[in-house]
């Protein structure tokens, strides 16, 4: 039997229609898909007020000599639009660096402040912008790596899906888009079924590889929020590394914005 030329011409365009409807509307660009990666991170971490834990810091140099640190540290979210979280590190132990303490408040859109307390000076001195790239006391941690990770301080770029051990994970470059940092890139392995942070590979200005920090050992808290207790940091042109190993977190202990204020670095003990 022949098709009429009205029938043919349906039948074309019925195809023609379903054609269209199975083709996709829109693909996200790289760039923006890892832009998506970084807000869903974000917004799965958010709400948990404050947090504190104590940590072990092992320092290990290119002879294989370790020497170890104990420090107590603690977080306070900041729901405001235009600024970061803060921090505050104390060291416990040995007794020569014992009563060290290190407050961060980190920001969007503007400089992070950062201060170091010295208890052998009795001094509280302001880390600089351009001094962020430097080592935080001895270890292979920089200043810029402590502080938080705010989605607007990068520009984000997706490239490849691929295994991360037992997991699968979106692999993304973030670009800092902050002055003075000395990292041109950071390559970020990030687990698609919690969206946690699994290795971070970071490039220096020259574009060479200059550390991988590995997080290991995460446990979930509240029923939502993922923290990882081992962190290892290895720098890759000096032979050195540092891992930090921390106790179990405590949550919403009611820490407030006067415990990290700088005027408290001076009544620590």
């Not at 940092?181 to 590889?209: A, H, N």
């Not at 050992?217 to 940091?233: D, H, I, V």
């Amino acid at each position: 039997m022949k098709l009429s030329s009205f029938c043919k011409g349906s039948i074309l365009s019925v195809l023609l229609s379903l054609s269209v409807l199975s083709t996709p509307l829109y693909a996200e660009s790289p760039e923006e898909k890892g832009l998506s990666i970084a807000k869903e991170m974000d917004r799965r971490d958010l709400g948990w007020q404050d947090s504190a834990s104590s940590v072990e810091m092992l320092l290990h140099n290119r002879a294989g000599e370790t020497s170890k640190r104990q420090l107590r540290i603690e977080f306070l979210e900041v729901p405001e639009l235009g600024l970061g979280d803060k921090s505050l590190v104390v060291f416990d132990e040995p007794s020569d660096i014992k009563g060290t303490a290190f407050l961060t408040h980190s920001k969007i859109h503007k400089e992070d402040d950062q201060w170091l307390y010295l208890p052998a000076i009795k001094r509280v001195k302001r880390i600089s912008s351009v001094n962020k790239s430097g080592p935080f006391v001895g270890s292979e941690f920089a200043y810029e790596d402590l502080i938080s990770n705010e989605v607007e301080k990068y520009a984000y770029r997706w490239v490849i899906d691929e295994a991360c051990g037992e997991l699968q994970c979106y692999v993304i470059e973030q670009f800092p888009v902050y002055k003075n940092s000395g990292y041109s890139r950071q390559v970020v392995w990030v687990d698609k079924d919690e969206y946690r942070r699994m290795k971070i590979e970071f490039y220096d200005r020259k574009e060479d590889l200059l550390k991988t920090l590995v997080y290991e050992n995460y446990e979930q808290y509240l029923g939502q929020y993922w923290r990882a207790l081992r962190l290892s940091m290895t720098n890759h042109q000096n032979g050195k590394s540092t891992e930090l190993t921390f106790s179990p977190y405590e949550f919403q202990v009611g820490l407030t914005d006067n415990a990290f204020s700088r005027s408290r670095l001076n009544r620590l003990r």
